[in-house]
């Protein structure tokens, strides 16, 4: 079952905060290698973070220092930290799983094999 589910979006002022939420399967949690991507109207969809199974986190450019990724192993749920949004960080935000790639610290998010229904958020200036 690969279902992933998110919560969490919603609409804020820039500069604010929010939290995203993913619930895994138990058989995406095995997988041990997942992350967040986003797609703004009119634009590809763009790694944002990624975590794999020997902790290495990584992250798009365009959000180091102010997102962090963190997973609740007991939970087996996924989380994004999102601080200091702006309003180009307006998109569409989908929870992912099985990487299709290694993840490196100094590189971007690889791509991913599933993803969940996505989740909207909206910052305004």
């Known amino acids: 079952q690969v279902q992933l589910v998110e919560s969490g979006g919603g609409s804020v ?5 929010l939290r995203l939420s993913c619930a ?3 058989y995406m949690y095995n997988s041990y290698c997942f992350g967040w991507a986003r797609q703004a109207p009119g634009k590809g969809r763009e790694g944002v973070a990624a975590l794999d199974s020997e902790g290495i986190l990584s992250y798009a450019n365009s959000v180091k220092g102010r997102f962090t990724i963190t997973i609740d192993n007991a939970k087996k749920t996924l989380y994004l930290q999102m601080d200091s949004l702006k309003p180009e960080d ?3 935000y989908y929870c992912a799983g ?3 790639g290694p993840v490196h610290s100094e590189s971007e998010p690889p791509d991913f094999d599933f993803w969940g229904q996505g989740t909207q958020v909206t910052v305004s200036s």
């Not at 002022?13 to 905060?17: D, F, I, V, Y």
């Open 90 to 92: 307006t998109a569409m």
């Open 24 to 26: 895994l399967t138990p």
């Open 13 to 17: 002022q820039a500069g604010g905060s």
């Open 98 to 100: 099985a990487c299709k």
